[in-house]
């Protein structure tokens, strides 16, 4: 079925026309992002074997409104019909991720070739519309059944991971001009193993560092299993968020350092320098550290920043201590062990998720990178920069008017191009994300798209942002 796209509207922006944004290079890329869970559905379909999402999302409690990502977005079936929404877009690329285990059902061992078919039809359906793959090795979705036996916390994940990356890349490096390998370890490992909000739903605290590690070296082997495979333009996708201390005293300032040294150095530094950035972290790292690090810090041909709001960090006052708005995942309770509590940004508007709209942040992040790591820093790229609205269809005449997001994304790339004017080197921007999505622990309740789907019927409405976000890309070329 090809969707109806929206048409010319007398007012697209349902509200006062943001003036134009400055010009951006012409080859500069622009794209949209989603992740393979959160929009194929299909879960059992072809072969396909559990991930950990699978079984978080059965556990009770695990989801916030209880739903389940059998369906998705359903668009495994439907991808012909996104693809369709890309192109009406026209976008330059796309950013999916291969689920591994729809590849790999155990995470290793025979290939399922019915699963890889489906990107193969996906790449080629992409290409045909003249947009480029951009696919994500591993975007969460573990295989269960390596999870079983340790999953980021066993070494031998690391290798079953580039024995995987080999696979696809054998299948698609012919018509793929852009890899990421992981996205986002951080989110994995602190939320994941460190405090049990997100699958696997361990709670180890500093003991989930080894996942740091091994997501790092899989990174690394993965970086060189692409290259053997005769794959082009690699790099990886990262978290980060600049850190406000909450105040002027040392306990805050040092507070604030230890979270950024967590969520935000620990990954980036081995990959671009090729150390961690304290010898005491590097102590807590299993295996042949220093070796590891040398894979690890393989050069990339860029690198990409996933980028939603500053985050507030201040020393912890009391034992109930809770994630508020100024943190990256608002509502997620800490643990009251650790040596830092997240703090509320005031002044701000938020998001129907709670996050602080902070546009600036990400100009005071990527020119903060920009100083800190200087020429070893590759291009950049950001590849996810995104709000949750929960704008739904005019009941009368279907139209979902976001002014809201038109906003979000207007602030954002005014922000990214003051970077660029700084200097920093920055070859794109992926929007998360195309569809409204199984957004992992809240399931439905928050939308990221510029389409609207209903969860019922699937069917898709592209939302006043699109529109804007089209005219964005026709006006940059």
Same mark, same amino acid.
């Given at each position: 079925?090809?969707?109806?796209?929206?048409?010319?509207?007398?007012?697209?922006?349902?509200?006062?026309?943001?003036?134009?944004?400055?010009?951006?290079?012409?080859?500069?890329?622009?794209?949209?992002?989603?992740?393979?869970?959160?929009?194929?559905?299909?879960?059992?379909?072809?072969?396909?074997?559990?991930?950990? %999402?699978?079984?978080?999302?059965?556990?009770?409690?695990?989801?916030?409104?209880?739903?389940?990502?059998?369906?998705?977005?359903?668009?495994?079936?439907?991808?012909?019909?996104?693809?369709?929404?890309?192109?009406?877009?026209?976008?330059?690329?796309?950013?999916?991720?291969?689920? %591994?285990?729809?590849?790999?059902?155990?995470?290793?061992?025979?290939?399922?070739?019915?699963?890889?078919?489906?990107?193969?039809?996906?790449?080629?359906?992409?290409?045909?519309?003249?947009?480029?793959?951009?696919?994500?090795?591993?975007?969460?979705?573990?295989?269960?059944?390596?999870?079983?036996?340790?999953?980021?916390?066993?070494?031998?994940?690391?290798?079953?991971?580039?024995?995987?990356?080999?696979?696809?890349?054998?299948?698609?490096?012919?018509?793929?001009?852009?890899?990421?390998?992981?996205?986002?370890?951080?989110?994995?490992?602190?939320?994941?193993?460190?405090?049990?909000?997100?699958?696997?739903?361990?709670?180890?605290?500093?003991?989930?560092?080894?996942?740091?590690?091994?997501?790092?070296?899989?990174?690394?082997?993965?970086?060189?299993?692409?290259?053997?495979?005769?794959?082009?333009?690699?790099?990886?996708?990262?978290?980060?968020?600049?850190? %406000?201390?909450?105040?002027?005293?040392?306990?805050?300032?040092?507070?604030?350092?230890?979270?950024?040294?967590?969520?935000?150095?620990?990954?980036?530094?081995?990959?671009?320098?090729?150390?961690?950035?304290?010898?005491?972290?590097?102590?807590?790292?299993?295996?042949?550290?220093?070796?590891?690090?040398?894979?690890?810090?393989?050069?990339?041909?860029?690198?990409?920043?996933?980028?939603?709001?500053?985050?507030?960090?201040?020393?912890?006052?009391?034992?109930?201590?809770?994630?508020?708005?100024?943190?990256?995942?608002?509502?997620?309770?800490?643990?009251?062990?650790?040596?830092?509590?997240?703090?509320?940004?005031?002044?701000?508007?938020?998001?129907?998720?709670?996050?602080?709209?902070?546009?600036?942040?990400?100009?005071?992040?990527?020119?903060?990178?920009?100083?800190?790591?200087?020429?070893?820093?590759?291009?950049?790229?950001?590849?996810?920069?995104?709000?949750?609205?929960?704008?739904?269809?005019?009941?009368?005449?279907?139209?979902?008017?976001?002014?809201?997001?038109?906003?979000?994304?207007?602030?954002?790339?005014?922000?990214?191009?003051?970077?660029?004017?700084?200097?920093?080197?920055?070859?794109?921007?992926?929007? %998360?994300?195309?569809?409204?999505?199984?957004?992992?622990?809240?399931?439905?309740?928050?939308?990221?798209?510029?389409?609207?789907?209903?969860?019922?019927?699937?069917?898709?409405?592209?939302?006043?942002?699109?529109?804007?976000?089209?005219?964005?890309?026709?006006?940059?070329?």
């Amino acid at each position: 079925m090809t969707p109806r796209l929206p048409g010319p509207r007398p007012d697209p922006l349902a509200g006062p026309r943001p003036a134009p944004l400055p010009e951006f290079p012409s080859d500069f890329l622009w794209g949209v992002s989603a992740s393979a869970f959160q929009v194929e559905g299909a879960a059992t379909a072809d072969g396909r074997g559990p991930s950990v %999402w699978d079984a978080f999302t059965r556990r009770p409690g695990g989801i916030r409104d209880g739903t389940l990502a059998e369906t998705a977005c359903g668009h495994y079936e439907r991808y012909r019909e996104d693809v369709a929404l890309m192109a009406g877009l026209g976008i330059g690329a796309y950013r999916f991720s291969v689920s %591994w285990p729809r590849v790999l059902p155990d995470g290793h061992g025979p290939v399922n070739r019915a699963g890889l078919d489906f990107y193969d039809r996906l790449v080629d359906e992409l290409c045909a519309r003249g947009i480029a793959p951009a696919p994500t090795l591993f975007h969460w979705d573990t295989p269960l059944a390596l999870e079983e036996r340790g999953g980021w916390l066993n070494r031998d994940t690391a290798e079953r991971f580039a024995a995987y990356a080999s696979v696809v890349a054998e299948r698609l490096a012919d018509r793929v001009p852009m890899w990421i390998t992981v996205n986002e370890p951080a989110e994995v490992t602190l939320l994941g193993y460190g405090i049990g909000e997100h699958a696997p739903g361990r709670r180890l605290l500093f003991d989930a560092l080894p996942a740091a590690h091994h997501q790092l070296l899989a990174h690394g082997l993965g970086v060189q299993a692409l290259r053997a495979a005769g794959a082009q333009r690699i790099g990886i996708a990262a978290s980060h968020s600049p850190v %406000w201390a909450a105040g002027d005293g040392e306990e805050d300032r040092a507070a604030a350092e230890l979270y950024d040294l967590l969520a935000n150095r620990m990954f980036a530094d081995p990959v671009l320098t090729g150390s961690y950035p304290d010898e005491g972290m590097a102590a807590m790292m299993p295996g042949p550290v220093a070796e590891d690090l040398r894979t690890i810090s393989a050069p990339l041909d860029w690198y990409g920043v996933n980028y939603y709001n500053p985050v507030r960090v201040g020393a912890p006052k009391r034992a109930d201590t809770r994630a508020e708005g100024g943190s990256s995942y608002a509502g997620i309770r800490l643990p009251p062990e650790l040596p830092f509590a997240m703090q509320e940004i005031e002044g701000y508007e938020r998001t129907d998720f709670g996050w602080p709209v902070v546009p600036d942040g990400l100009r005071e992040l990527l020119t903060g990178m920009h100083r800190r790591y200087g020429d070893r820093l590759p291009p950049l790229y950001v590849t996810e920069n995104g709000c949750s609205y929960g704008d739904a269809p005019d009941p009368v005449t279907g139209r979902v008017a976001d002014a809201r997001r038109i906003a979000y994304h207007d602030g954002h790339l005014r922000a990214l191009h003051r970077a660029m004017e700084e200097g920093v080197d920055v070859r794109g921007y992926f929007v %998360w994300s195309i569809l409204d999505n199984f957004e992992w622990a809240e399931g439905h309740r928050q939308r990221f798209g510029l389409v609207h789907v209903d969860y019922a019927t699937l069917r898709r409405t592209p939302k006043d942002s699109y529109a804007w976000y089209r005219g964005v890309i026709r006006r940059g070329r």
